[in-house]
């Protein structure tokens, strides 16, 4: 590993264990500034903070994943529904098209393809 500016050690790219991890929120909860921890653990600010959020966002220590690939969302239900918009109004932009796909319940607004997705659906006709 590296050494960091506060002289704790990091592998650049790995997530922080979680022993760390949960003595970063144990110190948080007991009162300890982030920026306090952050010294004492001798481990960035930042990371101290981004932790932080993760945990009173998800309630998890835990890192995210790493690398991977993100679902498709294009199912052949949604990729028809695309065809037919331009179909009926050529003129429709993508955009407008994704504002639709949630608004008739395609998709939501978790899973609705992005506008380079819906260009490359009309592309690949």
Known sequence: GEVNQL??????GRPLPTSIRLR???????????????????????????ILARYHETGSVLPGAIGGSKPR???EKVVRAI???????????????RERLV????????NVPSVSSVSRILRNK
């Open 73 to 75: 969302v294009t199912t």
């Open 83 to 97: 065809r037919r918009y331009k179909s009926v109004e050529p003129s429709i932009f993508a955009w407008e098209i």
């Open 7 to 12: 002289g704790g050690t990091f592998v650049n």
């Open 103 to 110: 608004a008739d319940g395609v998709c939501d607004k978790y």
């Open 24 to 50: 970063i929120v144990e110190l948080s909860r007991s009162g300890v500034r982030p920026c306090d921890i952050s010294r004492q653990l001798k481990v960035s600010h930042g990371c101290v903070s981004k």
